[in-house]
Nanobody, 124 residues
């Protein structure tokens, strides 16, 4: 069982930056692939970024490529999402997710564990 707690959300002006953190419980964090997803009001949850077990492989949605960076620190059981050049369309609740495999995935159904989410609001 893994528990995930996100933090770092907030309100920022367009063009600004935020860094989200996701702290995981458990001693097997390094064997999990991790992902970030987001959900805007009235929309389905969508993939943002994913990282494999050792950080050697990352993958991004086209909408955030070049602006967002996912990383992890297995010693701290934490995964991060650095978000730069934020746009109003990035406004959403951001969720951290974990899957019991070392391989990344972009589909919500492939992740077994989810955090409670953190709100990001980008003003124009």
């Amino acid at each position: 069982q893994v528990q995930l707690v996100e933090s770092g959300g907030g309100v920022v002006q367009a063009g600004g930056s935020l860094r989200l953190s996701c702290a995981a419980s458990g001693r097997t964090f390094s064997s999990y692939a991790m992902g970030w997803f987001r959900q805007a009001p009235g929309k389905e949850r969508e993939f943002v970024a994913a990282i494999n077990w050792n950080g050697g492989i990352t993958y991004y949605a086209d909408s955030v490529k070049g602006r967002f960076t996912i990383s992890r620190d297995n010693a701290k059981n934490t995964v991060y999402l650095q978000m730069n050049s934020l746009k109003p369309e990035d406004t959403a609740v951001y969720y951290c997710a974990a899957r019991r495999t070392m391989v990344i995935a972009t589909i919500t159904d492939k992740y077994e564990y989810w955090g409670q989410g953190t709100q990001v609001a980008v003003s124009s």
